[in-house]
Structure formats: C-alpha cells, structure tokens
C-alpha cells in the first residue's frame, strides 16, 4: 500500500503491506489461541467433519488458484505487476480464488473447533483483503488490460 488516499476508508493508508497467507495464518493462531483459552464444550460431532471438508475445499482452490498463475508465469505477489490476465475456472466464478480459499480454511477450523469466536478470523480475513488489497488489484488490472478487465468484473463476482 502507498501513503495515499485510501478511497474505500477515505483516511490515509499505512505503508505497511498486508500478506494475504500471513494474514490467514495469524489471524488463525490467534482464535486458535482464544479458542483454547475460552471455556467451551469440546466434543467430537459432525462439524468436524464439515470443517475438515471445508479446509480441505479451500486448500484446493488456492492451490489450483496459484498453480495456474504459475503455469502462466503472473506473479501471485498482491503488490506486484502481473504478466498476463487469467480468465479460466476457477477465475470464472469469481475473480479472487486464492483469497476465497484462505477465507475457506479459516471458515472450515472455526467449524471444525465449534468455536464462535475463530469465526473472527474468516470475517476479519475478508473485510481487510475487500478493503485494503482487493482494491489496489483492481485497479492494476483495469490500468493494464482496460476495457477488457472491466469486462470481465461486471461478468464475475469480486468474491462468490
């Protein structure tokens, strides 16, 4: 992020940059963390198994999500500039698979614990990527590939 005006919040933006995966994976410690100090019943039930098939769901999607940014040499770095604009599935459902996945996983723990406050982590994970990454994505893709990434926005959905 650059020290200029943020247009979603309107204040301005920190220099400080946010890594997606490293975002996911702290906030995920941390109501790991909450969730194992919080007294709450643990008991084996099916949401475990609903939380396994969730994580396992969204380590798919990012994995295919990244393996076709490298199959096609674009960086999958949210701060840099990619090569080449990917329009295949699961890129025709939605233009953020990698982040939807990441939100996925921290989804599918939270079920998998039965732990209402590891809920925190797939709501914060989303709002911060909506508001401080996607948007600076958005708009390298519209300055490099124009009329046809515009397109293709109003065709697919920012998330699902």
């Given at each position: ?5 943020s ?12 890594h997606?995966?490293?975002?996911a ?14 007294p709450?019943n ?8 609903i ?7 969204g ?20 701060y840099?500039e990619?090569t ?9 459902f939605?233009?953020?698979?990698m982040?939807?996945?990441?939100a996925t996983?921290?989804?599918g ?9 590891m809920l ?15 948007p ?18 109003n ?6």
């Open positions: 992020m650059n020290t200029t005006e247009p979603s919040l309107g204040t301005s933006a920190s220099t400080m940059k946010i997606p995966p490293l975002l994976a702290g906030l995920l410690l941390g109501t790991l963390i909450l969730h194992f100090i919080l709450e643990r008991t084996v039930a099916w949401h475990h198994v939380g396994l098939l969730l994580v396992a769901a380590v798919g999607i990012c994995v295919f999500a990244a393996a076709i940014f490298q199959a096609r040499d674009t960086t999958k770095n949210p840099g990619p080449e604009f990917v329009v295949q599935r699961p890129y025709t939605t233009r953020n698979p982040y939807l996945g990441l996983i921290l989804a723990f939270a079920i998998f614990f039965g732990s209402i406050v925190v982590a797939p709501v914060a994970f989303v709002f911060v990527i909506d508001r401080n990454i996607i600076r994505e958005e708009e390298t893709m519209e300055r490099l590939y124009g009329q046809q990434y515009l397109d293709y926005k065709r697919v959905r920012r998330w699902i």
